[in-house]
């Protein structure tokens, strides 16, 4: 038996499979005071005995949340003499020209707690300026006395020599032992002075946080009989133990949404795109040859979300995927030009949407489903919250109808399909930028509010079907239990394609490797695969693209490779000139688990119609009555033709008028659209 347990801004996750499928699923309110909690209720909730569990794979928002409501310790940074201020210059870039207004996230760290460190090591590794070990053993003393917490240490060209950082953890130790230190040298070691400064900071500001909460975790769980240590789910869609996660907490800032881009992954086809909607916001993925995209440029706390250049950046690998405040619990709103908006503020789990009636006062995006019909008031959560119908439409009424001039239920309908252009839009850009048309790929919809909304969003965008799979409102928990044990390394070694010979390539993945594989043999892990890849560019240009680095005549395979990935991105290729790479990358990962996604409670046969109920569709002209089906006691081959409201307890899926579905033999239900 192996259990996985997301907490996300509203509800907290949990599914337990074993060698059949998924045998139990749950879902409980988050405890944002005391996250832990909701896990090992809900988990006491989930199974009588778990004494027969060999693992737990836990993700989590903890860090996300730690970096926007700024709870994270008291930080310092130390960086090389006259670069302290790199965190506020950041790259002089104006992500929206034209605002005169324009908000940028404050440093995690003020300027007064910024320290220019006298030393300097050039971009060869040399040493221009020795260290100051006097001045810094002076330093950490007073850091101390301050109440300082914790420092990071990102010196100019550190990743090519960390001599001097390395130096100033082990004077800081031993003059300050109570401080928390991380070097970027350690965290993130590769170009880009301000990218590297932000994600060092980033770490050691919410390690003191995370590590108290994973241990608290680890004893709950015992205190459950559960005997193993969990592991912790990766950004980028490995596996780590809880001493790697303490010790890199940057590294699990996405590890929710990964969980579900994985579970659409090991579900096919190889190529589509997985959308996950959940209390709070909602997450587009595209998966590509089976696997979900992974990038390592992402930013946290956005002043505008879509805007890249907006928020803090952070330079660990993450799934790529594009998120907007979009979910059951956004909050609708009239704005100063009497237009109706969505989000991307939600009412989370506390208060909650209205119909919640844990003292929600705004309309959300879950009452105006309600309203529609689409959800049973009496079959939430399989029955164990019962929703307010009647509150619903009178705030709905209230904030959004009456404002409008309109019926309650065009102000309902004129929310749900807001939500569903929205993500619609914001799909279709991901996956132009990256090369794709959405219009052909199928969409692999989940989370609790994703089933009701993803057939409006593939209408929308123009895809051709919807495939909704069985505990869909759990999935990314599901989806944590196809993930094997991984970790990623990086290595900025900048030069020409033509200046390397194959020895010395081949030289700096195997150490990178080789740290990889002790990493993994810590955990009994002695099957490791390495995947290699190098991040190259055209020579004059600003960015690079990953590609992927195989065996074969040297350099011509690697060039091939590039001019390849290049035209899939761009649909042409570049100038005539030479070809670098800047960064090498070794991604060490473990078997990945035999884990089979189907529930073994599955139909076969039988009337599977609970009966109907009214719900809403413009195309039949309003209100008609809906036929209403038990997701399950639906049998693979079942025909379900929309209108049509197909329920299971964590998620409910629509299919509009025009659609059809069917069950395959894996229980998900596909939806042509």
Sequence with gaps: MRIGVDIGGTFTDLCAVDATGIVAVGKVLTTHDEPARAVEEGLAALLPDLGAVEQVVHGTTLVTNALIERTGSRTALLATAGFRDVLEMRREHRYELYDLHLELPAPLVPRHLRFDVPERILADGSVHTGLDEQYLARLGRELAERGIEAVAVCFLHAFTNPAHERRVAEILAEVAPSLRVALSSDVVPEIREFERASTTVANVYVQDLTERYLRDLEQRLRRLGIRRAPHIMLSNGGLATVDTAARHPIRILESGPAGGALAAASAGPDDLLAFDMGGTTAKLCLIAGGTPLVTHQFEVDRKYRLLPGSGLPVRVPVTDMIEIGVGGGSIAR????????????????????????????????????????????????????????????????????????????????????????????????????????????????????????????????????????????????????????????????????????????????????????????????????????????????????????????????????????????????????????????????????????????????????????????????????????????????????????????????????????????????????
């Excluded at 959800?375 to 009178?394: N, V």
């Excluded at 309908?413 to 090369?435: F, K, L, P, Y």
Aim: proline share 7%.
């Design 334 to 673: 009239i704005d100063a030009l009497s237009l109706l908006t969505v989000g991307p503020d939600s009412a989370g789990s506390e208060p909650g949407p209205v119909c919640y009636g844990r003292g929600g006062a705004e309309p959300t995006v879950t009452d105006a489903d309600l309203v529609l019909g689409y959800l049973d008031p009496g079959y939430f959560l399989g029955g164990g919250m019962r929703l307010d119908a009647e509150a619903a439409r009178a705030v709905l009424r209230e904030k959004i109808a009456d404002p409008l001039g309109v019926s309650v239920e065009e102000a309902a309908w004129g929310i749900h399909t807001s939500v569903n252009e929205d993500m619609a839009n914001a799909a279709r850009v991901h996956a132009v930028e990256r090369g794709q048309d959405p219009a052909k790929l199928p969409m692999y919809t989940f989370g609790g509010a994703g089933p009701v909304h993803g057939v409006g969003v593939a209408r929308a965008l123009g895809a051709p079907s919807v495939v909704a799979p069985p505990a869909a409102g759990v999935l990314s928990a599901a989806g944590f239990l196809t993930a094997p044990l991984a970790f990623d390394f990086v290595r900025s070694a900048r030069a020409a394609v033509y200046d390397l010979t194959w020895e010395q390539v081949d030289a700096l993945f195997a150490e990178m490797e080789a740290e990889g594989a002790a990493l993994l043999a810590k955990s009994g892990v002695d099957d490791v695969t390495h995947h290699r890849v190098a991040e190259m560019r055209y020579a004059g240009q600003g960015y690079e693209i990953r590609v992927p680095v195989h065996d074969g005549p040297w350099p011509a395979t690697l060039l091939d490779e590039f001019t390849r990935t290049y035209r899939a991105l761009y649909r042409r290729t570049g100038p005539e000139v030479g070809v670098e790479v800047l960064n090498w990358r070794v991604v060490s990962s473990g078997p990945k688990p035999e884990v089979t996604l189907r529930l073994t409670a599955q139909g076969t046969g039988g009337d599977a119609r609970k009966g109907t109920r009214r719900a809403y569709f413009p195309a039949a002209s309003g209100f008609v009555d809906t036929a209403v089906f038990d997701r399950y006691r639906l049998a693979p081959g079942t025909r379900v033709d929309g209108p049509a409201i197909v329920e299971e307890r964590e998620s409910t899926v629509v299919v509009p008028p025009g659609a059809h579905g069917r069950v395959r033999s894996d229980g998900a239900l596909a939806v042509t659209v």
